[in-house]
């Protein structure tokens, strides 16, 4: 006689399941391990899935286009308005600030609602303002630097929750390649915004027309968001579509974000490598066109347009170097990181390290030698360039589904806030309290903002040791996380089960 098998006692099994989920809620945890093994399988993904990543890649290149145009104009902006160079580094500031104080609310709405949606309507925002800007007159500069804080608000909303759908549309192996094929796109935008910035400045004779360029182009990514870009159930992809997250609070969110100390280190050396970043992508073409005026290659601009042959250089270099050092992090993080836990950190300390004797390089041979400073340039972008696909990673393999967005939104949050979104701004207040310091001279005004740039090696130092510590935490962190998903899937019913059980208790 086959043994009776009823539902009543198949919930019994089930309801430790349910205590335990009461007493720890950890939203996706329920989630399998599959996502923390990047050497094992991956879930099978569909042709929209490639499709969807193509789309999201193409406006994060619009993203960082839109946001370096500006870099590749400079001089002409500050021409056109007339104004220091601390008042143009706050250009950048106060787009920034913007960014920053919307990512967390942006981080929270995409843990909870349809993240498509929520990048539609930040992305109406950023090209409505962008283009606003596009038709301020000389005097109206205090509404120029409204519309660009406003797009700061529109890229929050993409640069926040991008990331996290393609963490949800493919795991393991396969997501680790998506996400650095997305974020090659940083460095790959910032350099063609240098350059298509000071192209059109030049076609048109007005700088004005760069930053319309990118709003007409960000109307195709806005379409092609609407039409190809889903909106995948979080955590899907790595249980097979059986995770069923319990929601938390935002508060619950942040406590168990800065617990994880990996997260919280990895999220201090985002921020000096923002830092950096922001600070060289602001002032390196301008940084080139005085030392080139003092060395008596150039003349000092006085007519719109200026020279602009340094924003197409430096917009090259930091197209190839974003791609190669991109795909050489990626490359020696799947070689090391299956055999060294630790491997990721390691990396991109050994970038941030790497490029600070470079960057010294760079800013004591400008006066000298301009072809040998841009080797230098390109040795530094390459070794800071490591760390993007890294980065990216260590925050998906250490949160948990359900977390990502508000992790990303406050790592961004972070990073902007200490890192790029005051370097700029920070440079040119050191440049211009230097310049005031003896009288006006191409040479001092060169000067001033060299010995603003010094402090960016340092800030390289710090960035590397925020690293080694990410390394010291990371391999336990990633193991509390594994055990917790393990305990969790161990008591999670199989759907299959489920079925045989009832199959079996309608037959007796």
């Known amino acids: 006689m086959e043994p009776r098998i009823s539902v009543s006692s198949f919930k019994e099994v089930v309801s430790p399941r349910r205590s335990l989920s009461a007493s720890f809620r950890y939203g996706s945890f329920v989630n399998s391990i599959s996502s923390l093994e990047r050497s ?51 250009l950048q500031t106060v787009f920034i600030c913007s960014f920053l104080l919307f990512a967390p609310l942006f981080g929270y709405l995409g843990d909870r609602y349809n993240r498509k949606y929520i990048m539609i309507g930040g992305l109406i925002v950023w090209l409505i303002t962008a283009l606003c800007s596009s038709f301020v007159t000389s005097n109206l500069f205090w509404f120029f630097m409204l519309m660009r ?12 929750i991008a990331p996290t759908i393609i963490g949800d549309l493919f795991a393991g192996t396969k997501r680790s390649l998506m996400i650095s094929a997305f974020y090659i796109f940083i460095p790959v935008g910032s350099g063609l915004g240098y350059i298509s910035g000071a192209s059109v ?16 182009l960000g109307v195709i990514g806005l379409l092609l968001l609407v039409f190809l870009c889903p909106n995948p159930s979080r955590g899907a992809v790595e249980s097979q579509g059986q995770a069923n997250a319990e929601a938390t609070s935002y508060k619950e969110d942040l406590k168990y974000l800065l617990k994880n100390k990996s997260f919280v280190w990895s999220s201090l050396g985002v921020t000096a490598l923002a830092f950096l970043a922001g600070a060289l992508a602001f002032w390196t073409p301008t940084f080139l066109s005085r030392a080139q005026i003092v060395q008596g290659v150039l003349q000092p601009c006085t007519v719109e347009p200026c020279n602009s042959t340094d924003s197409y250089i430096f917009g090259g270099i930091t197209v190839v170097t ?12 799947r070689c090391f990181l299956d055999r060294v836990e630790y491997a990721d950190p390691v ?46 990673d260590i925050l998906l393999y250490v949160v948990v589904p359900t977390r990502r967005a508000s992790a990303e939104a406050l790592q961004i949050t972070v990073g902007h806030l200490l890192g790029d979104a005051g370097s700029p701004y920070l440079i040119g207040v050191i440049s211009d309290a230097i310049r005031n310091s003896k009288p006006m001279s191409s040479e001092w ?48 019913p199989n759907p299959s089960e489920t079925l045989v059980v009832l199959q079996a208790e309608n037959q007796s």
């Open 445 to 492: 005004n060169f000067k001033s903002l060299k010995y603003g740039f010094l402090l960016c090696p340092f800030v390289g130092v710090l960035g590397g040791v925020f690293f080694l510590m990410t390394a010291v935490y990371i391999s336990n962190d990633k193991k509390a996380v594994q055990q917790v998903l393990h305990d969790k899937s161990t008591l999670q």
């Open 322 to 333: 974003g791609i190669l050092g991109v795909c050489i992090g990626a490359g020696l993080s």
């Open 40 to 90: 094992g399988p991956s879930p099978v993904s569909t042709a929209r899935d490639y499709v969807a990543v193509a789309v999201l890649c193409y406006v994060n290149l619009l993203n960082y286009m839109e946001r370096y145009t500006l870099a590749g104009v400079l001089l002409d902006v500050q021409k056109f308005f007339d104004i220091s160079d601390s008042t143009a580094g706050l």
């Open 201 to 216: 400045a030049s076609l048109t004779g007005d700088w004005r027309w760069s930053l319309r360029v990118t709003s007409i």
């Open 347 to 392: 990396i991109c300390a050994v970038g941030m390290l790497g490029s600070v004797p470079f960057l010294f390089a760079t800013i004591f041979t400008a006066s000298v030698n301009i072809p040998a400073t841009y080797v230098f340039i390109f040795i530094s972008e390459v070794l800071l360039s490591l760390c993007w696909p890294i980065l990216a």
């Open 149 to 160: 804080s406003l797009v700061g608000v529109g890229e929050a909303s993409y640069s926040t």
